[in-house]
């Protein structure tokens, strides 16, 4: 199995110029009154919210593919302020649901049992389900289109078992098609800024569906035409959390990470380390670096490997994972996730995505079409394809636009020492040092950052300046897991609104 999609099987589961910005004066994230031809895909109420939703939502599948064979879900919310950003959010895996992120992480509604539902073992039911507002929504600060990529996550599906073979290079075909119709049903989202986002292995998806959506831009600009059928898309930047990279980075942040937790002791440290480098980080299974790295966790014991401060919730899937992670197959099949993102509770999203009254008010396929929900699927099979991402980073960021690069310190899977690294290593002017950020009104630091900006012609260096420039920002956030809005959700809102307004 190539290194990236193992990484990820013990995972959860995104020129200033040629980039075409679209003036937004005027414009607000708040989609507001009718939506032509969309009101069969607003969402009117949700079960078990017994209230009126905080804001509008929509629902409901874009066709891809060349016979329109694969059907992608999304789920649009609205902003609950005046806003003029929209974030694409896509979660990783490969093939773990967006609407896990909606659900468990920075969705408008908070997800519980009724008390005592759970208690002596008891399976809780639909009934047993509470929502609440959430207070810490992304959608607090701006508009957040969730998608089920790729065919075969979630409720997203295909009309035949091969359309859920696939890789990167097929999965932001189908994105970069979805992105295209969306704005043709929504076209008044068009004017807003267009920010890429997501975590774990988005950090493939996000870094080169940016690169598409840069290219198109690029495109249109060199041959001086645009249509209403192809309009330049007003593409601000990208957000990576705790995102898989580069194979050789990540693997050695996690030995890293390992040691300098104390986690591991020093003779297993340097073994591990002097191995793995002899052998260039190929870590598939029942190689001298797989061996290495096997030995190296199980010195670990059973920790939450997505939070190491927490426990863990299914020991037996995150062994399952961890055993996945270096399979000899070449593609991965996400049945071996079990079911669930190891370690993570996620019974209420089991339970109420599968109820029929669900899939009905969010205009979900049925389960004989799009088959039982679940968080990480159990029918891909996906190959790594696209390699580092690391060079994608130094185009995106040289091109103009704006990067969020952020860490949960206490994630073993992605660690924030891999990240660092490779964050550092790309060579860019530091315009801002290493200092520690604090959430509004609290003095606590909440984690750490530093922003570069990548050298530029001085044309570009002009236009960035008059367009609030480009540049790249690497945040740590102090005790986050490998999700950090399910774990640290104020920080994690604190942290993309001072982002968002330039003030960190």
């Given at each position: ?139 607090k600060t701006a508009s957040v289109l969730y998608i089920d990529s790729p065919a075969g996550t979630g409720f997203s599906y295909a ?25 043709q049903q929504y076209p008044q989202l068009r004017q807003l800024q267009l920010y890429t986002a997501g975590e774990s292995y988005a ?281 950090v809005p399910q774990t640290h959700p104020a920080q994690a809102l604190a942290l993309l609104q001072l982002w968002l307004r330039q003030?960190?």
């Amino acid at each position: 199995m190539n290194a990236s999609v193992g990484l990820l099987l013990a995972a959860c589961c995104f020129s200033a110029a040629l980039a075409i910005s679209v003036p937004t004066e005027g414009i607000h994230g708040r989609i507001g009154g009718s939506i032509p031809d969309q009101s069969s895909n607003e969402v009117r109420a949700l079960p078990g919210y017994r209230q009126q939703l905080p804001s509008k939502h929509y629902s409901g599948y874009i066709d891809v593919g060349a016979k329109k064979e694969r059907h992608l879900f999304y789920y649009l919310v609205q902003s609950e302020v005046p806003s003029n950003v929209l974030l694409l959010w896509l979660t990783g895996g490969p093939g773990c649901s967006s609407l896990d992120a909606f659900t468990y992480e920075h969705g408008p509604l908070l997800f519980s049992f009724k008390q005592g539902a759970d208690a002596h073992g008891q399976m809780p039911t639909m009934s047993d389900i509470e929502l609440n507002p959430n207070p810490h929504s992304w959608s607090k600060t701006a508009s957040v289109l969730y998608i089920d990529s790729p065919a075969g996550t979630g409720f997203s599906y295909a009309d035949k078992p091969s359309g859920y073979v696939t890789n990167d290079t097929m999965s932001i075909d189908d994105l970069e098609a979805f992105v295209a119709k969306f704005f043709q049903q929504y076209p008044q989202l068009r004017q807003l800024q267009l920010y890429t986002a997501g975590e774990s292995y988005a950090g493939v998806y996000v870094p080169l569906l940016t690169q598409r959506l840069l290219q198109h831009n690029q495109h249109l600009h060199s041959s001086g035409s645009s249509s209403s059928s192809s309009r330049p898309y007003n593409l601000a930047g990208y957000i990576v959390g705790n995102a898989v990279t580069d194979d050789a980075v990540d693997y050695q942040g996690q030995v890293d990470y390992a040691y300098n937790l104390g986690l591991v002791d020093p003779g297993t440290y340097k073994q591990t380390l002097a191995i793995c480098e002899d052998h260039n980080w190929k870590t598939d299974q029942g190689t001298p670096c797989g061996n290495a790295m096997d030995m190296l966790e199980a010195a670990m014991g059973a920790v939450n490997q997505y939070d190491i401060t927490a426990p863990c919730f299914y020991q037996a899937a995150a062994a399952a994972a961890r055993q996945a992670r270096r399979s000899s197959s070449s593609s991965s099949s996400s049945s071996m996730l079990r079911h669930t993102i190891s370690c993570a509770d996620r019974r209420h999203a089991l339970i109420y995505y599968n109820s029929p009254a669900v899939r009905a008010a969010i205009h979900a396929g049925s389960l004989e079409q799009a088959g039982r929900w679940e968080p990480c699927s159990d029918v891909l099979h996906y190959t790594h394809t696209a390699g580092s991402m690391i060079p994608v980073h130094r185009e995106l960021v040289s091109a103009g636009l704006r990067a969020l690069v952020y860490s949960g310190t206490a994630d073993y899977v992605v660690p924030f020492t891999g990240s660092r690294a490779w964050v550092y290593g790309l060579g860019m002017e530091e315009v801002k040092p290493w200092g520690a950020w604090s959430m509004p009104g609290n003095k606590q630091v909440a984690g750490h950052t530093v922003q570069f900006k990548q050298q530029q012609q001085q044309q570009q260096q002009q236009q960035q300046q008059q367009q609030g420039g480009g540049g790249l920002t690497f945040a740590t956030v102090l005790g986050g897991g490998h999700m950090v809005p399910q774990t640290h959700p104020a920080q994690a809102l604190a942290l993309l609104q001072l982002w968002l307004r330039q003030q960190l």
